[in-house]
């Protein structure tokens, strides 16, 4: 089957760095993604990852190892507005519905 | 205006109603997607339309109908639906391609009353 998990609430201090943690199960892999939805308002697309590494964007990284069907998104120097659900969704290749999402990590930052 | 456009934000409706949501695209895209969002379910996808093609989901319920009239609007309609229909309702689109990120609206939020 088809399965995505990631912890469902992390909170961390305002300044710190915080590693939200996927695992996936895919019939096929064709990539992950990582999106940010604050509460109220519509996913936003944060990176795509197809081979194995590190991709940094500024504050926000993300990695990929295939062979352990494992990503994780790093946040550095949070700040408040960083207070956010994060979904990480897997690209398989079989089935109607290819873009396998994960239930979400919700973060809570303090100050 | 630019991104993607869902009308109406919120939306009350009785079991018997019928109403339909509404969205619209600016970034030239060629793909529209309904998906559903419950509360800690992950994000499920009901249909998708590709060059005005429509991809068929047998898992959706016939109480919901989309209707794509081109590559820049998309609707759901709406009627007999049940309470656990209640939901947040997510308007997307993209450039196609299973790899090409998907922009979303803000959502309709669905009270089914």
């Known amino acids: 089957g088809q399965n995505i998990d990631q912890p469902t609430e992390m909170t961390a201090t305002e300044g710190a760095i915080v590693q939200i943690n996927c695992t996936y199960q895919t019939s096929g892999f064709n990539g992950l993604f990582w999106y940010q939805q604050h509460a109220g308002e519509a996913p936003t697309f944060l990176s795509y990852n197809v081979l194995d590494g590190l991709e940094e964007k500024g504050r926000f990284s993300s990695f990929l190892s295939r062979s352990k069907g494992y990503s994780y998104l790093l946040l550095k120097e949070l700040q408040m507005k960083d207070s956010a659900s994060y979904l990480c969704a897997a690209v398989g290749d079989t089935g109607f519905q290819k873009l396998v999402f994960g239930t979400g990590t919700r973060l809570l930052v303090s100050p | 205006e630019t991104g993607v456009t869902q009308t109406p934000r919120h939306l009350v409706m009785g079991m018997t109603n019928k109403k339909s949501l509404k969205c619209e695209q600016h970034l030239g895209h060629n793909a529209m997607y309904w998906y559903k969002q419950s509360a800690k379910k992950p994000l499920e996808l009901m249909f998708v339309y590709s060059l005005e093609e429509r991809v068929e989901n047998n898992s959706v319920p016939s109480r919901f109908s989309p209707e794509c009239p081109n590559s820049s609007h998309l609707f759901l309609h709406l009627h007999t639906l049940q309470p656990e229909d209640s939901a947040l309702y997510l308007c997307?689109?993209?450039?196609?391609?299973?790899?090409?990120?998907?922009?979303f609206g803000n959502g309709t939020r669905l009270t089914v009353t």
């Open positions: 997307a689109s993209s450039q196609g391609g299973r790899n090409s990120p998907l922009h």
